[in-house]
Structure formats: C-alpha cells, structure tokens
C-alpha cells in the first residue's frame, strides 16, 4: 500500500491512486539551458518547467517523507484531515510534469505547450477538495501535535528529514498546492504575452488562460462556500432562531459583526447573508436570539466621519423587500 492508517475507510480514496508508474521528479533534469538562449518567451517556458518541477518535489516530500511516517499514528480520517486528496494531486502534476519534460526534450521554436493546460482543465478541479480541506489541516496539525507526543516526536524527525528544506515545516509544505493555481495564472499570462500572435501556441494559450482564470474563479468560489458553511455551523449553535433562515438553498453569509442602532440606542449582532439580515441581541448566558430577519434588494454604507473625524463608524441603510 501507499501507506498505512489505522482504518481502510478514507473519504478521499488515498489508497487506490495510481501514480505515474516509475516516474519521479529524479527522472526530470534540472533544467534546460539552451532554451535560456533562444528568446523571451523560451526563458518563460524554462521557468514553467523549472516550477513543475520544483512544485512536484515538494508534493513528492510531503508523500515520501510525512505522509509515510505519521499515517501510521493516524485513524483514516485523520489521515484525510490533513493530506486531503493530495495523492491524486501528486499523481496528476507528475503525469504534466512528464508531459512538460517531453515537450521541452524535443523543443523548437514552434513548438507549443498551451494544450498541456488547456487538456487538463477540468482535471485541475480536483484542487478544490484540497483547498477546501487546508484550514482544516492546519488546525488538526496543532491539535495533534499539542495533545500526542509520538506524533509530534515523528514530526519533528520529519523536519529533520534530508528531503526537507531547512525551516519548511509541514503546514508549509501543504500550503503549496493552494498557492499553486494563481501561480499557474501568473506563468500563463507572462507566456502568453511573451507569444507572437502568429505562434501556433498563441490561440490555445489564450484559452488556456481564460480557462486557468475561471478555474481559480471556481475554487475561489467554492472556498468561500465552505468558509460560509462552517461559520454559519458555528454561529447556528450559538444564536437562537438563525438555523432556520440560514438553510434556504443559495443563501450564503457574507460577514457578521456587531452594530448599534442609534435611534434606540442599542447594540446587535448583525449577520448579514447575500439576501437577508439577521439582528439577534444577546439573550441568556453566551447565546444571542434572532429578533429581526430583513430580506433585501440593496444595502449600502456611509462614512460617519465626515460628522465626527474622531470616529471611523459607519452608517449603514437597508432598502428591503416589498
């Protein structure tokens, strides 16, 4: 197996990955250095490589190193928890990587890597469960370490690791992949810039980087959900009567902080949704109670400082719903 857990029930199918059969970043070379002579866009495509490959080691020290040593002192949930769906991950940017290798062996000047990305954009989604799962990691990282001494032992000799880089912990590691997307957003607009428009790369760049545009649209949007959904869990516990108006499908928070109505001169807890506003006051001991819900059509804020340079408040008006 891949690695062993305390259970064989994972949520993310860690187990039945297939990696790349016999590929590592080992089998890549370093770089290519003739394409750093031939012109501006060549030298972008030498960095792009260079990235993947950089990247793809990083994914292979997480495995190697950290996965393979404390998923044994993990149950399989756990193992989740903080790995998520990297395997797949890692399995997919060593199959690009290797792609991107072949491509740059055999390398011209018309050749073109737009249709590596654009091939695989619907691939990239599986980078939404991961950067959903992040936060949770972190969190579960701290926990596990502050409470089970043997899984801190083995982490810290992970760190100690010759794989590892000096001072890269493992949060630091798991943080790569979510940065990775805009990363890729960055590399593509720079070669596409660097593309004539009569390159036959030019078009699938093109879309490539409109469709790498919309992907981190995506998980954007999807992190913002997930964000929402676990404070809402949170606040649900802890404001009487706001389950109810938070489970209308496509109805999402938005922020939520305190507010003081200043014609009764009283402070709320103010939860404001893409569609509706909670006003709950503070009830018996820490719980609050929803005492107006106002359905919306706009809301918009003015700067009180203009009558008070002193103060940084701000007004807030609601036009609501007929």
Known sequence: PLFRSKSNNSSFDQLPVALSP???SESCPPSFPNLLLVDARSRVIHEIYTSELSYVRGLETIFEVFMQSLSSLLESTEVDGIFANLTSILSFNQELLHSLYIRLATWSERSCIGDLFLNRITRFRIYTVYCNNYDNAEALIAQKTKKKKDFESALNSCHADPRCHVGLTLSSYLLTPVQRIPRYLLLLKELAEKTPSRHLDHGPLREALEKMNELADYVNSQI?????????????????????????????????GQVFFMSIKKLYQCILFNDLIVFAVKGDGKHSEVELALELNSLWFEDLSDLDPATSNLKMNILGKA
């Open 22 to 24: 016999g590929f590592s």
């Open 224 to 256: 913002r959900e997930e964000q929402s959904r676990k404070a809402l869990g949170q606040l649900g516990s802890k404001v009487a009567g706001l389950k109810s108006l938070s489970e209308k499908k496509g109805r999402t928070l938005v922020k939520e």
